[in-house]
Structure formats: C-alpha cells, structure tokens
C-alpha cells in the first residue's frame, strides 16, 4: 500500500552531543538524534514510521562547535544566483542546497553572505510558486536581524517549517523531497570537506549519520509518484549510497525516539565518498 506523505510528518532533528560515557550511555563524541513520534499510530493502514532527517543547520553547528574554520570556497558562489534552470526539479534542489550554504554563512557570521543567499533563495522561492516560503517580509527579517544570531536560527527553522507545511497542505511532496534532497547532498558535501573528520570522534560520528538520513531519504522518495525527476534523483543518491556501503556505522536504537551513531571512516573512504558527492553535486548546479 502507497505510503501517504501527506500524513506524514517530517520529523526535524536536534543534536545534542553527549560528552558522557559509561552507564549505558552513547561514548564520548557520539552524535545523538532526536525524534518526535505522531500520535497517530497508523498511516493508510502500515505502522508507524519514524524517520530522522537533516536538519539545515546541523552540519554547521557541530563544523564550528568543532572549532572547524569557515570556508567559503566550498559554497555555491553568488554568482550562481542568475543561473535559468530547466525545471521546477533543478529549482527545487538547487533551492535545498542554498538553505544549507545560508546556514553555514549564518553560523559562521558571515552576515553578507547570509543575506545574498537569502535573496538568492526569496528568487528561486518565487519561480517555483511557494507562497508560504521565503517572501520579501523574510528577507528583510533576516535584515533587520543580521547581527543576531539567536533571531536568524530561529528565521531560518521557522521558514523551514513553514515550507515543510505548505508542500503538505498543497499536495506538493515531490518538490519537498528534491528540496530535502539538495540540503543532504550540499550538507554531506560541506561536511567532507575537512581533514580534521578522521581526528575527530564527533565529525566522523556526524559523517555516520549522514549515512542513517540518505537510506531515510531514498526510501521516503520510494513512496512517492514514480517520476522521470524521481528516478533520475534516486540514480542520483543511490550512487552515493554505494561509497557509503563502504563505511562502518553502528546504530544504537534506545526505542524512545533516540539513536546514537558511531562511525568508523578512514581517509581513503572519506575520498571517495566525497568524489561521488562532487560529482552528483555538480551535475545538480551546472545544469
């Protein structure tokens, strides 16, 4: 039986980096997701699913919490923002991967940045019809706030949300997926883009999660209409699967919305894993 997206709830996780061990608690430096349940126990008559997905500022906050240095040369350069895509398809995944660029120009107070990706975004929001995501009060919310860090998080998760709502309320999952999809892939990217992943316990484990939402993602883009755009993304994604299948994660499911992720990775793993990503990321920007 088709999975109904319009029931379902895309679940926005919170980080929390535990720095305790011992007791039946996660090691030092695993990173831990937390998840909300419906209180609905059934979607079209098929149990419950709880899916952890990536959240926009996610891999930017643990990157700084890090003490990783910011790096613009990674970011889809502003001048992108006159590119004429072919599709609602390339606008909505390309749209997924500028949410993540302005939250790493956020976090790393990058003021400038973060307001041109917002107009970037506030564009591409309105080739793709989206009354309720990114309008021109928001653009200048973020103006008038671009000094506070507290107020642009919170700017940020809420037009997140709010755009989550509207594709549900439309009948619009497809284009929610893509846009979900281009944050993983543009996420993924900028988190392998350090050297200091194999030193550290918490960006290796932040590398192994990553692996936990692509499998959440392909799956949840199964259930959607079978499209040519659906396929072509799927093709996408499960190329970068398979450099992941590579990689050793330990999940650990406690039951109550908690999972504690633990990642083995070497440097030549993380290679070319990041090769793959390379290319499907380019292919998503030029085209």
Do not use: W
């Amino acid at each position: 039986m088709r999975f109904n997206l319009r029931s379902f709830v895309f679940f926005v996780i919170s980080v929390n980096i535990l720095c305790s061990c011992g007791d039946g608690k996660p090691e030092e430096g695993a990173v831990v997701s937390d998840s909300t349940s419906s209180k609905d126990p059934h979607i079209d008559s098929n149990d419950l699913r709880v899916f952890t997905l990536p959240a926009p500022l996610q891999v930017a906050t643990l990157l700084r919490i890090e003490g990783v240095d910011y790096n613009e040369r990674i970011l889809i350069p502003s001048k992108k923002a006159n590119a004429i895509y072919a599709s609602n398809y390339l606008r909505a995944l390309n749209l997924g991967m500028y949410t993540i660029d302005l939250g790493y120009a956020t976090v790393y107070d990058q003021h400038q940045m973060a307001l041109n990706y917002v107009k970037i975004m506030e564009s591409l929001v309105q080739d793709l019809g989206i009354s309720s995501g990114i309008s021109g009060q928001t653009v200048r919310r973020f103006e008038n706030n671009i000094r506070k860090p507290d107020s642009l998080y919170h700017i940020i998760l809420e037009s997140y949300s709010q755009a989550n709502e509207y594709f549900q309320t439309n009948k619009r999952e497809e284009l929610g997926m893509y846009i979900l999809s281009g944050s993983y892939i543009e996420g993924l990217y900028i988190a392998l883009n350090y050297n200091e992943i194999p030193a550290s316990k918490v960006l290796r484990n932040l590398i192994g999660q990553q692996k936990l939402f692509l499998e959440n993602i392909i799956e949840l883009l199964q259930y959607t209409e079978e499209k040519p755009e659906t396929v072509d993304l799927l093709v996408k994604l499960m190329s970068i699967k398979e450099e992941f299948n590579a990689i050793n994660v330990l999940y650990d499911d406690s039951g109550k919305g908690k999972i504690a992720v633990k990642c083995s990775v070497d440097r030549h793993q993380l290679t070319s894993l990041l090769k793959k990503v390379v290319e499907v990321r380019s292919k998503i920007i030029n085209s």
